[in-house]
Nanobody, 114 residues
Framework: VQLQASGGGMVQPGGSLRLSCAAS????????IDWYRQAPGKQRELVAG???????KYADSVKGRFTISRDIAKNTVLLQMNSLKPEDTAVYYC?????????WGQGTQVTVSS
């Protein structure tokens, strides 16, 4: 199983970005996929997740601003990030667990700065 994260970049406060996580490999049903982020000097934290059944969850810090969704036909999970704040600056990773194995994407940098 491989995860390919993309869509990061630099944006001003209040701006938007959309991250994409494409899953490939030995996947026979769409797995749960989570987005995490890690800011410099901080621990990696869960940002949002979508279950195999489509249920979603969000960290309190991003509720109302971020939306996670999926395109099953493309095996892709999207993270729409609106009203971005400087504290959202981090490397964002997608993650899934398939057949008991933990898989991480390579990370994509999000920088929110004026």
């Amino acid at each position: 199983v491989q995860l390919q994260a993309s869509g990061g970049g630099m944006v001003q406060p209040g701006g938007s970005l959309r991250l994409s996580c494409a899953a490939s490999g030995s996947i026979f049903s769409f797995p749960a996929i989570d987005w995490y982020r890690q800011a410099p000097g901080k621990q990696r934290e869960l940002v949002a997740g979508i279950s195999s059944g489509g249920s979603t969850k969000y960290a309190d810090s991003v509720k109302g601003r971020f939306t996670i969704s999926r395109d099953i036909a493309k095996n892709t999970v999207l993270l729409q990030m609106n009203s971005l704040k400087p504290e959202d600056t981090a490397v964002y990773y997608c993650r899934t667990v398939v057949y008991g194995n933990d898989y991480w994407g390579q990370g994509t940098q999000v920088t929110v700065s004026s």
